[in-house]
């Protein structure tokens, strides 16, 4: 879904053309709400890039970090529902390329997502014991964890995967 202004300001032409130029028909009717749905979603995915871009990085999960910008913006109605046993997670790395996040941060918060479902632990658990270089343990990681201190974390963990894991992790980040 396009969220330039351009592409909202073409989106709104179009809407106010179908107004004039399509019979009073239930064809107009539909093709009105169509056109209406579409500007709200771009009028709300800019409201979560707005978001997005004052928030800046956090070291947290794709879906925990998606979930937080939306609340912030007021568009839940954006996110998509979780996926089950890693199933349906395209729908929520499209969400975030359709704010312009950030391609080494994505693949950051996706590594963070994998982890907590590989571990069933939330993000925290795993990546302190990396940290601690123990078990897991209740030390939380601080959500303003730069991006290169979250990788470092993230290898650390990721380097005790078995091979399997390694390519459920990569097929995952070609998402």
Known sequence: ?????????????????LRFTTPDTAERA???TVA??????AVALRKLERASQSTGFRSMPLPQHLTRL???????KLLPPLPSNG????????????????IHHLQLW?????????????VEGPLAAARSGGAHGNVPIPEDLGPEAFA??????ESAYPPGRKKELAAWLNS
């Open 1 to 17: 879904m396009p969220t330039s202004k351009n592409s909202i300001e073409t989106l709104l032409r179009d809407a106010s053309a």
């Open 70 to 76: 939306a609340r912030t913006a007021g568009v839940e």
């Open 87 to 102: 199933h349906g997670i395209a729908p929520w790395i499209k969400l975030a390329h359709s704010i312009r996040s950030d």
């Open 110 to 122: 996706i590594r963070g997502w994998f982890l907590t479902l590989v571990t069933g632990d939330p």
């Open 152 to 157: 470092a974390r993230l290898a650390a963990v």
């Open 36 to 41: 209406s749905h579409a500007v709200e979603r």
């Open 30 to 32: 539909s093709a009105r």
